[in-house]
């Protein structure tokens, strides 16, 4: 069975400031992994994913994930937040080379930017 | 546009009613997912189908039926067996688990 965890359910950092968002994961099998976006009363998007090759990814809005097998962890990072990020952010897995598995979604952190 | 469109956008249901949530996508994706979604749990996966006329249960189905007859299309019926049905339910598709597209949700609530 796979899962993720999401430390912190809410994180709030200063416009301009770091944002980090951690996330472990425990997966028996090679993981596919992702950080999804949700703004208020709306569905997810996908920010980012690693699925092979490098372990450094980069997605939209300037947000970078880094995957660390020997940490099993998969921390979002943005070096200067804006009011615009605030949202909820959620970390999945899934095992990969699996085609259409579902995904295993952790249980969210709510980013506040204070101004 | 291509995507996923969920109605309606809020429902109520009254004490033992059925009510059922619409899903259609038009994006050509084999699979689609139920998930629900209540404060603090994050999402959890109801029911998911990766072909046409063929579906499985996820983390949490009892309470819960789902159908896919179309490509298209995978509504999801709340039953009165589902004691505790207050929730955002978001429908989702795919080619691949690379990436899921998400309906914009349903916010069900109990009158």
């Known amino acids: 069975a796979q899962s993720v965890t999401q430390l912190g359910s809410h994180v709030s950092v200063s416009e301009g400031a770091l944002v980090l968002l951690r996330c472990n994961y425990s997966s028996s099998v090679p993981p596919y992994l992702f950080w999804y976006v949700q703004y208020p009363n709306q569905g997810l998007q996908l920010l980012l994913k690693?699925?092979?090759?490098?372990?450094l990814v980069k997605g939209i809005n300037g947000f970078e994930a880094e995957f660390k097998k020997s940490e099993t962890s998969f921390h979002l990072t943005k070096p200067s937040a804006h009011m615009s990020d605030a949202a909820e952010y959620f970390c999945?897995?899934?095992?990969?080379?699996?085609?259409?598995?579902?995904?295993?979604f952790g249980t969210g952190t709510r980013l506040t930017i204070i101004p | 546009d291509g995507g996923i469109t969920q109605s309606p956008k809020y429902l109520f249901r009254k004490e033992g009613q059925n009510v059922t949530l619409s899903c259609e996508q038009n994006l050509n994706h084999d699979a689609m997912y139920w998930y629900r979604q209540d404060p603090g749990q994050g999402l959890r996966l109801i029911y998911y189908s990766q072909i046409v006329n063929d579906f499985q249960k996820g983390d949490i189905a009892e309470g819960y039926s789902v159908s896919r007859e179309k490509k298209e299309s995978f509504p999801l019926t709340v039953t009165s067996a589902q004691k505790n049905p207050t929730a955002f339910y978001l429908c989702?598709?795919?080619?691949?688990?690379?990436?899921?597209?998400f309906g914009s949700g349903t916010q069900l609530s109990v009158l």
């Open positions: 690693y699925t092979t090759g490098a372990t």
């Open positions: 999945a897995v899934s095992r990969a080379n699996f085609g259409n598995e579902k995904l295993t």
């Open positions: 989702a598709s795919s080619i691949s688990t690379e990436k899921l597209f």
